[in-house]
């Protein structure tokens, strides 16, 4: 199993106790940490840092900073030197996908070709409306998302978009150089690309996107969602006649690790930044955190992973309360829960 991990930006409200004028040094610290961080073995604990493509924090907006994820990329790329960037996940509809395809190959070329591009439909309204991109239906966004990814892709393996005439999407010779760094393997053959991480488990069409085009998908719940999901996937890729295998399916998952003091204690910060912040929310908020399949001792988590593991699960991806003033918990996962996982260092790429 391969290891990522979300750094602080503001959205769920873990920049709070931070105070503006340092939030780029914290983030830049945990950024490195992350880029440097180690098993007992000497190897790589995590692969990758993530960021959300969000304006407004949640669970509910305030006039707490939430920084913007393609600008904080571009700064992770000249901020790092070996660890994979990624956002899960950019939204399709926040930025025309010629743009988009131009921003994150920029990045790439920035970061020695170690982006990663999460995508999904969009789903937080109020945001939507609030920076005026009204709140289409889900099938027009799911489209959209569809669409996006054809012309992204196009426009990483051959530097131009050609002429595409979609429902949502029309474009004609919109260039990309330079090309992505990196490549991904197309009908046997190494192309210009970035990796396609399509985000969501809707089953008739974001897995069906996702199997069409996906070098990676990301779906959570627990085990017994994560393995319906996983065969409606295998589904979508028997019926169009893609290897199944070729997709690495990853997850996000919220980690509360150490003792059942520790984890007492992460609770109470968190129920303080949420009665503090968003009180009308924080019930329900602190009930996810309460059944997030990650929470317990390092040997609790690890049996955890490994049925996840054994179902195919490739990729986690974790989110660490207060890992903005506290980096206890992303040590003891990296020294306890990644080596009994991976085994072998982040492969590089």
């Not at 131009?102 to 170690?114: L, M, N, W, Y």
């Not at 099938?139 to 012309?151: F, P, S």
């Not at 892709?153 to 990309?176: E, H, I, P």
Request: glycine share 8%.
């Amino acid at each position: 199993m391969r290891f990522g991990l979300f750094i602080p930006q503001g959205w769920r409200l873990d920049l709070t106790e931070v105070a503006p004028e340092n939030h780029w040094g914290t983030m830049r610290s945990l950024l490195q940490h992350a880029d440097t961080a180690t098993t007992p073995t000497g190897a790589f604990a995590f692969e990758s840092a993530w960021v959300y493509d969000h304006f407004h924090s949640v669970p509910a907006p305030t006039d707490q900073a939430t920084h913007e994820a393609w600008t904080l990329m571009a700064a992770f790329a000249a901020s790092s030197e070996r660890v994979r960037l990624g956002q899960m996940c950019t939204c399709m509809a926040y930025r025309e996908p010629t743009y988009l395809a131009k921003v994150a190959a920029t990045v790439d070329a920035i970061s020695g070709g170690r982006t990663e591009m999460g995508i999904g439909a969009g789903w937080y309204e109020h945001e939507w409306r609030a920076y005026g991109y009204g709140f289409p239906r889900a099938g027009e966004r799911l489209l959209a998302l569809d669409e996006g990814v054809q012309i992204m892709a196009n426009m990483w393996r051959t530097g131009s978009s050609g002429t595409f005439a979609g429902k949502r999407y029309q474009v004609d010779g919109a260039l990309c150089y330079p090309q992505p760094r990196q490549t991904v393997p197309v009908d046997g053959e190494d192309k210009p690309s970035i990796p396609l991480w399509i985000a969501g488990g809707g089953e008739r069409k974001t897995l069906l996107t996702a199997a069409k085009y996906a070098q990676y998908t990301n779906f959570g719940g627990d085990l017994e969602t994560f393995v319906h999901k996983s065969q409606v996937l295998r589904t979508h890729c028997d019926a169009i006649g893609r290897d199944f295998a070729e997709i690495t399916r990853s997850a996000n998952f919220n980690v509360l690790i150490g003792s059942a003091k520790e984890i007492a204690d992460k609770e109470a910060w968190l129920a303080s930044v949420y009665r503090k912040h968003t009180p009308q929310k924080a019930d329900a908020e602190l009930e996810g955190w309460r059944s997030t399949p990650l929470r317990g001792t390092p040997e609790q988590i690890t049996e955890t992973l490994a049925q996840f593991q054994a179902a195919g699960l490739a990729y986690t991806i974790g989110y660490f309360p207060n890992a903005a003033a506290d980096r206890d918990q992303l040590d003891l996962f990296a020294r306890e829960v990644v080596p009994a996982l991976s085994g072998t260092a982040s492969p590089a790429r």
